[in-house]
């Protein structure tokens, strides 16, 4: 006998783990438990995803099985893509705020230096304009070599904040509407692409 039940997997082009149980009440009644994993997703809260539950006769899932899964599978897939992405991101403000830390640091061993040479010095825990303007020009070189390799959401993750950087509001505002509305439209071409 010959199905084409992997060809369709095959074809849905979305890489990943699949755990499939098929529980037979008996000759006519079928429970499918589908359950669509990434190949790797470092956030925990993936764990949290329940298996697709399928109720019905053998004739109704080799019609409907397929049907009924390929979306919610891409929506999964786009969700570990998006949380891999913030994990990056995360990272990322992670180094850059061990930069910071580093900056403080280094602050404080001159002002021991200092004290110990009979000078009372107060370390100025501000960061200076340059070292702010060089982390933002460095902050959107990044989100810029990003968007060239189609990385929207990790551009959006590692965009420097209005809070941080009030007077590039407008630009700000500007580079976030950008990078959402390609995350949208990639996302809307993926499951394009995977219902052909």
């Known amino acids: 006998m010959t199905t084409n039940f992997f060809e369709i997997i ?13 529980q037979t009440e008996d000759n006519t009644a079928f429970t499918v438990s589908a359950l669509f994993t990434a190949l790797q997703c470092g956030d925990n809260a993936a764990k949290a ?9 053998a004739s109704e ?7 009924t899964i390929t979306v919610p599978v891409q929506q ?5 893509t998006n949380m891999e992405s ?13 930069q910071e830390q580093d900056n403080r640091e280094e602050a404080r061993k ?8 009979g000078d009372i010095v107060v370390p100025d825990t501000k960061i200076s304009k340059e070292e702010k303007k060089k982390a933002y020009d460095d902050a959107m070189q990044e ?9 929207f959401s990790d551009a959006l993750h590692i965009l420097p904040s209005i809070a941080d950087y009030p007077h ?29």
């Open 10 to 22: 095959a074809g849905l082009n979305i890489p990943g783990n699949w755990k499939i149980t098929i």
């Open 110 to 117: 001159q002002a021991a230096a200092n004290k110990d040479n």
């Open 76 to 80: 999964t897939a786009g969700l570990y």
């Open 61 to 67: 899932l080799d019609k409907g099985f397929f049907e």
């Open 143 to 151: 989100v810029s070599e990003l968007i060239k390799k189609l990385k």
């Open 49 to 57: 995803i329940p298996p697709m539950l399928l109720n019905g006769t």
């Open 86 to 98: 913030y994990l990056k991101g995360l990272e990322a403000a992670k180094l850059a705020s061990k």
């Open 168 to 196: 590039k509001e407008g630009e700000l505002k500007k580079k976030t509407g950008y990078l959402k509305t390609q995350i949208a439209l990639y996302e809307k071409a993926l499951i394009n692409f995977n219902a052909e």
